[in-house]
């Protein structure tokens, strides 16, 4: 009886389990929202709404990729478009009063939190893809982050590199990549704190990242080689069976021709 429940509350937890992907889906879901609301507030600044339109664009973007991939993989495409269209209506950026459709999101937020009750142990078992996509919207969200702190921060100082919303974006990116061009760079104390924290992130990331990929391929080679072992010593067990029938055939005629 013991034994059962323990089972049955692995498999509960197992069922509740959440990966990277789904989990960095109800964080853009949130940031969906937020954008949606900003994006209404009325004069704010040109330079900053224009960033947050580009962030509401790349969001929406990501959305409809999500909904469509999921929909030509799933063997069942009407049951899926029934079950995911929040991602097809939250990719609609043309207007404002469109743009308020996105509160949907709220459900995939609410749905994932009953679904977890509120705790997310997250299993890095699931297909390749999955986690590869998550890691790539975290990638995305930081940049969302870095970028906005450093243009809200920056824009308007005297002898700034950074004057642009599109110039933010780009020293996220390239700050995030550890690649550095120096094109762009922060001036203040904040900003500079910012760009560490995003070097440090875009480090861990993108070795997570590459330590993934090896551990899938390290344990593909181990899955392949214990195939093999297994394959030879189950060769070398019917090799010895062969042997053992025949020296069994040769003995029971021995005796049948003692018995003649």
Same mark, same amino acid.
């Given at each position: 009886?013991?034994?059962?429940?323990?089972?049955?509350?692995? *498999? *509960?937890?197992?069922?509740?389990?959440?990966?990277?992907?789904?989990?960095?889906?109800?964080?853009?879901? +949130?940031?969906?929202? @937020?954008?949606?609301?900003?994006?209404?507030?009325?004069?704010?600044?040109?330079?900053?709404?224009?960033?947050?339109?580009?962030?509401?664009?790349?969001?929406?973007?990501?959305?409809?990729?999500?909904?469509?991939?999921?929909?030509?993989?799933?063997?069942?495409?009407?049951?899926?478009?029934?079950?995911?269209?929040?991602?097809?209506?939250?990719?609609?950026?043309?207007?404002?009063?469109?743009?308020?459709?996105?509160?949907?999101?709220?459900?995939? @937020?609410? &749905?994932?939190?009953?679904?977890? &009750?509120?705790?997310?142990?997250?299993?890095?078992?699931?297909?390749?893809?999955?986690?590869? /996509?998550?890691?790539?919207?975290?990638?995305?969200? +930081?940049?969302?982050?870095?970028?906005?702190?450093?243009?809200?921060?920056?824009?308007?100082?005297?002898?700034?590199?950074?004057?642009?919303?599109?110039?933010?974006?780009?020293?996220?990116?390239?700050?995030?990549?550890?690649?550095?061009?120096?094109?762009?760079?922060? +001036?203040?104390?904040?900003?500079?704190? /910012?760009?560490?924290?995003?070097?440090? +992130?875009? @480090?861990?990331?993108?070795?997570?990242?590459?330590?993934?990929?090896?551990?899938?391929?390290?344990?593909?080679?181990?899955?392949?080689? *214990?195939?093999?072992?297994?394959?030879?010593?189950?060769?070398?067990?019917?090799?010895?069976?062969?042997?053992?029938?025949?020296?069994?055939?040769?003995?029971?005629?021995?005796?049948?021709?003692?018995?003649?």
């Amino acid at each position: 009886m013991t034994t059962l429940t323990n089972k049955n509350t692995a *498999a *509960a937890d197992h069922k509740h389990s959440t990966s990277l992907y789904e989990f960095m889906m109800m964080m853009l879901s +949130i940031v969906s929202v @937020v954008l949606a609301l900003l994006l209404l507030i009325k004069d704010m600044d040109p330079g900053i709404y224009r960033l947050l339109r580009v962030f509401d664009l790349i969001v929406c973007g990501v959305f409809f990729i999500a909904f469509w991939t999921g929909f030509w993989r799933a063997d069942h495409k009407w049951q899926y478009a029934k079950s995911h269209w929040y991602d097809l209506v939250a990719s609609i950026p043309f207007s404002e009063s469109l743009r308020l459709l996105r509160i949907v999101q709220v459900y995939r @937020v609410a &749905k994932m939190l009953y679904l977890t &009750k509120g705790r997310f142990d997250f299993h890095f078992v699931s297909r390749l893809g999955n986690t590869v /996509a998550g890691l790539l919207l975290l990638e995305l969200l +930081i940049i969302f982050g870095g970028s906005f702190l450093v243009f809200y921060l920056e824009t308007g100082l005297p002898h700034a590199p950074i004057t642009e919303p599109e110039e933010a974006i780009w020293w996220a990116l390239v700050t995030v990549s550890t690649v550095g061009y120096g094109d762009f760079y922060p +001036i203040t104390d904040v900003g500079r704190l /910012a760009a560490s924290v995003l070097i440090v +992130i875009g @480090v861990g990331n993108y070795a997570l990242l590459s330590g993934y990929f090896a551990q899938q391929f390290l344990g593909r080679d181990e899955e392949e080689e *214990a195939i093999k072992t297994a394959v030879r010593d189950t060769h070398s067990e019917v090799k010895m069976l062969r042997e053992e029938l025949r020296e069994l055939r040769q003995q029971l005629s021995e005796l049948t021709d003692k018995g003649k």
